[in-house]
């Protein structure tokens, strides 16, 4: 008999680090502003404190596992039992290792005492640390969110018939799929299959199917999304094995969205018979998606190895995505640096880097402040960049960052060295060859002590950008200049990269804070934006601008602007739900300072 209660319960025995105190305070109220869905129905809608989709992606390691189960600590789904949740196992985020597999079909489950969403294995085998996986948190009470149960009445052989508006006589519908335990913190019913979905032309219904054919369990729940209307901006697509496109376990996906990008990040669910097909295929393995580094091609692929059979089809939510974030831990630090390990980075002496420092990623702690400016550097030793402090100081562990790579140059982003011919006092004046630059221009600029890999030049400030009219200490024409906020001569030498109106985001938007008495408070000023509000796992990249919205006279510094000093990084705020562009040295935030912005939903 199966130890079912003594299980669960050690899945809540989970060694966590302490939080502040008003950290503390702050989850203790979230965990209790929430509702759950109403058990009983087939297909039900989800209700949930979450108010915006995001994903994320979760790796199992020693302090976060319990058995056969991951805890996932994340403000989007922490104390939120009724957050509709969908996971896809990743071999390798980012194109590269820990490259772990987890041949087990996979589910959620909501465990009451922690107040944690956590991600197990349903035969029960123990959570193996460095899998990874992909993870949508979808609002309940979403138009298209349901949570479906089998019993008696809507199950039968191997199948549980979904019964709802959304779908009921909707071949082409897309459906994503993933077991969920206990839907609300309620319940508790195992299913070890995989599963896909099929649509029965003659019922007009869908259904969540068992691949191995066994017998659907009466009680097992399933998380359901219809389409990809609440999915916080994720591409469909449907990908079908053929002899073209499969090796081995896997099939390749061919699309403008994964193709060359590492970081994408996928969902998938197999798919009997798409579009109501009158023959389908089975394939009985739990399915991965993985990046694969020789094809360059994200693949879908079965976790036992066993060969993918031609005609499986998977229906996919796509992410595309040239950002990430990195933490700095003790395996990937060595003295003022955090280096990166990462397809779209490694071995890329070209690519431009944009960092921005994150003090708590998904809105949970870390929680590390790194007073000093930040840059990136290129080790040809290794052939990895790295993230490392100008001051020369020690990479504290834990501190994170959001990171966004630009393949190379381009019209909108390029280069800029200091040299005798362009720099003055503090400042160096952005050569105007790569495009023509306006005083509305929207720039953002990440230090780099050795561009492609050459040279190396310190230059321990925060920087700036700020638009010159020509009447400024250099004397030459109207242009943009960057500058050292703390008013230390420019070095020459000195690199940065620089990115005009987000030219090479990969599909970041743009945006300007101007920090007044309504929107800052302390070392933060606040950011009302619809891309970031209650969402976070949203990522934020941030330049300071000392002469916002529109030119002023005069160059920084200058009495119709302000200048702040200190390195800033980015937050999430619990009680707001708002992103903050903060100061890292904790002081006080100038008013009528700008800051640029470029930001993802997540």
């Known amino acids: 008999m199966d130890q079912l209660t003594p299980r669960r319960a050690a899945g809540t025995r989970l060694l966590r680090r302490r939080l502040p105190a008003f950290v503390l305070t702050l989850a203790a109220a979230a965990a209790f502003a929430v509702t759950t869905p109403v058990g009983g129905a087939s297909a039900q809608a989800a209700t949930t404190g979450v108010t915006v989709p995001s994903h994320f992606t979760w790796t199992a390691s020693p302090g976060n596992i319990s058995g056969d189960s991951t805890s996932i600590f994340n403000y989007a789904t922490n104390g939120q039992p009724g957050a509709i949740l969908f996971v ?46 992909n993870v949508l948190v979808v609002p309940g009470g979403s138009a298209s969110a349901l949570v479906q149960t089998a019993t008696l009445v809507n ?185 990166i390990n990462n397809f779209a980075t490694n071995n890329q002496p070209g690519a431009v880097l944009f960092i921005t ?123 943009w200049v960057i500058f050292n906020e703390n008013g230390a001569a420019m070095p020459v030498g000195a690199s940065f990269n620089v990115m005009i109106d987000a030219g090479g985001s990969g599909g970041g938007t743009l945006a300007q804070q101007i920090t007044t008495s309504a929107n800052t408070s302390s070392n933060s000023t606040f950011i009302n934006n619809a891309e970031t509000n209650d969402n976070p796992n949203a990522i934020v990249l941030d330049t300071s601008n000392d002469t916002p919205a529109s030119p002023v006279p005069g160059f920084p510094p200058c009495s119709d602007c302000s200048v702040d000093p200190a390195p800033a990084g980015v937050w999430w705020s619990y009680i707001g739900g708002e992103a903050a562009v903060f100061n890292e040295d904790q002081s006080a935030m100038p008013l009528s300072t700008g800051v640029n912005l470029i930001s993802y939903p997540s």
């Open 88 to 133: 896809t196992p990743d071999y390798d985020p980012g194109g590269v290792c820990p490259c772990t597999y987890d041949t087990s079909p996979v589910g959620v489950w909501y465990d009451t005492s922690s107040g944690r969403w956590a991600i197990f294995n349903e035969n029960r085998t123990a959570m193996r640390a460095g899998a990874s996986f």
């Open 155 to 339: 199950s039968r052989g191997d199948y549980t018939t979904i019964n709802s508006p959304l779908t009921n006589g909707a071949p082409g519908a897309m459906l994503m799929v993933t077991p969920v335990w206990n839907p609300g913190g309620t319940g508790g019913t195992y299913n070890n299959h995989p599963v896909g979905v099929s649509y029965n032309r003659l019922g007009r219904r869908w259904a969540i199917f068992n691949e191995d054919k066994a017998g659907m369990t009466v009680r097992a729940s399933f998380n359901v999304l219809v389409g990809t209307s609440d999915s916080g901006g994720g591409t469909p697509a449907l990908q079908t094995a053929t002899s073209a496109n499969t090796r081995a376990d896997s099939t390749f996906i061919s699309n403008p969205a994964t193709n060359g990008n590492p970081n994408t990040v996928v969902f998938a669910t197999p798919d009997f018979n798409p579009n109501g097909a009158l023959a389908g295929t089975y394939d009985p393995a739990p399915t991965g998606i993985y990046w694969s580094t020789a094809a360059r091609q994200a693949a879908a692929f079965n976790e036992s190895q066993a060969p993918m059979p031609v005609g499986t089809a998977f229906n996919l939510i796509i992410y595309p995505s040239t950002h990430f974030t990195w933490t700095a831990t003790p395996a990937n630090t060595g003295g003022d640096s955090t280096y």
């Open 357 to 479: 420092p994150n003090w708590n990623p998904g809105g949970v702690c870390g929680c590390v402040y790194d007073t000093a400016p930040a840059g990136v550097w290129y080790d040809t030793s290794s052939g990895r960049w790295a993230i490392f402090n100008e001051d020369r100081s020690a990479m504290p562990a834990g501190a994170s960052f959001n990171v966004l790579v630009v393949p190379g140059p381009s019209s909108s982003v390029f280069v800029q060295t200091a040299t005798t011919a362009n720099t003055a006092g503090q400042g160096i004046m952005i050569d105007s060859s790569p495009t023509d630059l306006y005083g509305d221009t929207s720039l953002m600029v990440t230090q780099v002590w050795n561009p492609g890999g050459s040279g190396g030049t310190y230059n321990n400030a925060a920087v700036g950008v700020g638009w010159n009219p020509g009447t400024g200490p250099i004397g030459y024409g109207s242009g």
